[in-house]
């Protein structure tokens, strides 16, 4: 390939940064891998604070007339509890696995818009420090995860039966703008992850042929980027209610409280999905490799979570059943939720088929997967109970619904992403975590998820109503109650266990050095070095099949058994496609057919062609400031709006310049 001359751009104050390593790094760059690490480490931080507040809760239910925390500490706790699980920790770890995988599974050297990329990230960050910023600001939200009104809709309590208690303040006004930064961050990431599945996959990736996780994150992209603005308006709404006296959710001037449910739940229903989907593509990349078999059904596990997607958009009102919706709109969402069952029983088989006569290694991934299969089971078998009205009449508030949610959520959804940690984390960071500790940690967690959530269905059934923070002796809710809180210590322990393995395996670097395809892998990411370069990919593979690195190590004898390939092969290179790739990029070879090693300009850099060089005339985007800067502005914004508007003026300048900046910042330096 001919030399291409480039011009030098003018000194200026715009700038890009040129560092790509050290900690200034982390705030400038625009690689989808580093950004995927920083959604996972920062939702791991969430989780933390996450789980003090759960451990709070259960200390404060452990025995009757707990009094560990008041009510108004006990609403803010079960509030951001839950906050800050579904919108903290599990959508950023979907989005992290999401940022650092598809990518490599589609062959793509870099994601289609990676200055938008880094400002997803730092809008998920700064507005979850401003959900928080509440703490030293007037207390935090209290009117539970879901912001049902009137609870969360402020002064129109004052001189009503709720006057003095939590439900007064201003820490609901930062709820709402909290998760409208949030819900940016989680849009332009969504839109992004669509257009470089769509325009950025390798020659012959098509669509059948792309590994499943990156399926489900096709499909969570759409939800999110039709549920998203449903949740921005009931926030918007929310927040001038609460804030300019408006009457949207207020009955006394003609407002609708029935209206921010209907608005909630029909993103909240398309959000169970967004966060379950892609730990099911995490389960669906494990099972078959530690199988040592093709995921049975590839097809019809696709268009099951294409279905459960669809499908996931019509069964809102089940949340609803005690609000006296009528008969015809309890029989049609009655209906809805018992078919929503069927897609993902088509998963579940499909999983268990996949095991049946697999050679299958009992690693710690391979633990997690099928603890979520289990755990999921359970879960759903609980929710189809929800169906029926009469039924979720008498369930709808109490433990029941608990136990349910966090068996479908925790139990299905953590135990697959903790799995996903496992498997991929010799990927990322090129070393093994200890296989001994991964199964104590394995064990402690299906333990402790199992004491804790098991018991809630049975004091659900006995009658304890959710949202409670104290109970009287005698109703025999004592005992279920304290196994519950030493499931909780123990899945506390759980956590403190799995991080001393990361801090073992790279924070003293005493785990073993991974190699580039620890697991046997099927697909494209195990063809690469680990950790893969920046650029990923040194030539742009040409997919030929579904699990294609594995059909490039694996052929068949005549008796249908696997034989490893020895030379030659669809690659047409030695023993392994690492090896080709490697080879070629020690040669210098920047590659040759229609990818060749200095398409990345043209393959779909939309926010930053040109990029710099990477020594191998490979073009990536260069790093860049604007993104942090712009999130930087969110918080301010919010303070402004709320406390004084002298926080604007920051928070404006923080915004103009970002967007200027990034307009006008150079291409390339």
Do not use: C
């Amino acid at each position: 390939m001919a030399a291409t001359s480039v011009a030098s751009p003018s000194r200026t104050s715009l700038r890009r940064p040129k560092a790509t390593t050290g900690a200034l790094s982390w705030f400038t760059t625009v690689d989808h891998k580093k950004l995927g690490i920083l959604y996972i480490v920062t939702a791991a931080v969430f989780m933390g604070i996450g789980g003090l507040e759960a451990i709070l809760i259960r200390l404060q239910l452990a025995t009757p007339d707990g009094t560990i925390l008041t009510a108004s500490q006990y609403n803010q706790a079960f509030t951001m509890h839950g906050t800050t699980m579904v919108f903290l920790v599990v959508m950023p770890l979907a989005a992290g696995f999401g940022n650092y995988l598809m990518p490599l599974q589609i062959g793509a050297r870099d994601v289609a818009f990676p200055r938008v990329n880094a400002l997803g990230y730092w809008a998920f960050l700064t507005g979850g420090l401003f959900l928080y910023s509440s703490i030293f600001l007037g207390g935090m939200a209290s009117g539970g995860w879901f912001g049902y009104a009137p609870l969360s809709t402020g002064d129109n309590l004052v001189g009503s039966a709720l006057a003095g208690t939590p439900f007064v303040g201003s820490g609901q006004t930062f709820w709402a703008l909290g998760l409208i930064f949030t819900g940016l961050g989680s849009l332009v990431g969504a839109i992004n992850f669509i257009v470089t599945i769509v325009n950025m996959r390798a020659p012959g990736m098509r669509l059948m042929r792309m590994p499943v996780f990156t399926w489900m994150i096709t499909v969570i992209s759409f939800l999110l980027l039709f549920a998203m603005p449903v949740i921005t308006v009931a926030l918007i709404q929310m927040f001038v209610d609460r804030q300019y006296g408006t009457s949207f959710f207020t009955t006394a001037n003609g407002g609708d409280p029935l209206l921010w449910q209907h608005l909630f739940w029909i993103f909240g229903h398309p959000e169970v999905y967004i966060l379950i989907l892609p730990g099911m593509g995490i389960v669906s990349e494990i099972l078959p490799t530690a199988a040592r078999k093709p995921l049975f059904g590839y097809s019809f596990v696709v268009f099951a979570g294409v279905a459960i997607g669809f499908m996931g958009w019509g069964v809102w009102a089940h949340h609803m059943f005690a609000t006296g919706l009528g008969p015809v709109a309890v029989t049609a969402f009655s209906l809805s939720t018992m078919f929503i069952a069927v897609p993902t029983g088509v998963k579940i088989f499909n999983w268990i088929a996949t095991l049946w006569g697999g050679a299958i290694k009992f690693t710690v991934p391979m633990m997690f997967s099928i603890a979520f299969i289990g755990l999921f089971v359970v879960g759903g078998l609980s929710g189809v109970t929800h169906a029926f009205a009469a039924s979720d009449r008498q369930q709808t508030d109490t433990y029941y619904i608990v136990a349910h949610f966090h068996y479908v959520l925790f139990g299905g959804g953590m135990m697959a992403f903790i799995g996903g940690a496992y498997f991929y984390f010799p990927k990322m960071f090129g070393r093994m975590l200890n296989e001994r500790v991964g199964k104590l940690n394995f064990w402690l967690m299906f333990i402790g998820t199992n004491l804790t959530f098991g018991p809630m269905h049975i004091l659900g059934l006995e009658g304890q109503p959710r949202r409670t923070y104290t109970y009287p002796e005698g109703y025999n809710w004592e005992h279920w109650n304290l196994v519950a809180t030493i499931g909780s210590l123990i899945l506390a322990l759980s956590f403190v266990v799995f991080l001393g393995n990361w801090i073992w395996a790279i924070g003293m670097k005493k785990g073993e050095i991974a190699g580039d395809d620890p697991w046997d892998g099927r697909t494209l990411e195990w063809s690469i070095s680990s950790p893969p370069p920046e650029y990923n990919f040194a030539v742009v593979p040409q997919v030929e099949n579904r699990d294609d690195f594995w059909h490039r190590k694996y052929t068949e004898d005549e008796n249908g058994f696997l034989v490893r390939r020895i030379s030659g092969g669809s690659d047409g290179g030695a023993t392994t496609p690492t090896t080709t790739l490697e080879k070629s990029h020690e040669a210098g070879d920047g590659g040759d057919g229609p990818h060749d090693g200095d398409d990345h300009g043209g393959h779909g850099d939309g926010d930053g062609d040109g990029g710099h060089g990477d020594g191998h005339g490979i073009h990536l985007p260069n790093p860049s400031y604007h993104p942090f800067v712009l999130a930087l502005g969110l918080p301010f914004i919010g303070w402004g709006l709320i406390n004084h508007w002298g926080w604007l003026i920051p928070g404006a300048i923080f915004v103009f310049w970002g967007v200027v900046g990034w307009m006008l910042e150079p291409a390339s330096e």
